[in-house]
T-cell receptor, first 113, second 114 residues
């Protein structure tokens, strides 16, 4: 049973446009959400996070939106750059379950010059 | 650079051998996590440790796998009598505190079982 799902395995965007990556979760106990970016043969790199008490968090070109009623979050990258091409993982944790992260399957983003 | 360090980066073992994966957390971090990524899948939690304690091993297979984080030295993930299905990328992450803190990942160890 996948508790965190990224339904789009891949996404292609033109440089300069907005990239929107989506993530859905089923466990209502999740209260902290993170996005990681991963290049081949490297470990995931932390991008941005959001607590369940917020609905938006922004850091430079990256913004994460959380819709708790829909159990949905999204990562917006604007403007997209070719260097953003990577696999993006959504992850979630529950305060009462220690600190383990539950990851989605990832979305491969390709930003075309 | 005081990032999370893992070694070796690549490890090849024959079936039945033992694999030892090492992880040194970021400076100042006392929480260590191990995750496994099978081909074409996301990362799956295995175990969460603090110094000398296993806090949560709910994601660890019951047999052949063990983990430790001694008072001195790196965290070790040990796989005994490896099988082909153990072939995967194993990532270690560390965090400073327990709640609400981001986990920072190492580069991973890619284990190949022949």
């Amino acid at each position: 049973d996948q508790q965190v799902k990224q339904n789009s395995p891949s996404l292609s965007v033109q440089e300069g446009r907005i990239s929107i990556l989506n993530c859905d979760y089923t466990n209502s106990m999740f209260d902290y959400f993170l996005w990681y970016k991963k290049y081949p043969a490297e470990g995931p790199t932390f991008l941005i996070s959001i607590s369940s008490i917020k609905d938006k968090n922004e850091d430079g070109r990256f913004t994460v939106f959380l819709n708790k009623s829909a159990k949905h979050l999204s990562l917006h990258i604007v403007p997209s750059q070719p260097g953003d091409s990577a696999v993006y993982f959504c992850a979630a944790s529950a305060n009462n379950a220690g600190n383990m992260l539950t990851f989605g399957g990832g979305t491969r983003l390709m930003v075309k010059p | 650079n005081a990032g999370v360090m893992q070694n070796p980066r690549h490890l090849v073992r024959r079936r039945g051998q033992e694999a030892r994966l090492r992880c040194s957390p970021m400076k100042g971090h006392s929480h260590v996590y191990w995750y496994r990524q099978l081909p074409e899948e996301g990362l799956k939690f295995m175990v969460y440790l603090q110094k000398e304690n296993i806090i949560d091993e709910s994601g660890m297979p019951k047999e052949r796998f063990s983990a430790e984080f001694p008072k001195e030295g790196p965290s070790i993930l040990r796989i005994q009598q490896v099988v082909r299905g153990d072939s995967a990328a194993y990532f270690c992450a560390s965090s400073r505190d327990q709640v609400g803190n981001e986990q920072f990942f190492g580069p991973g160890t890619r284990l190949t079982v022949l």
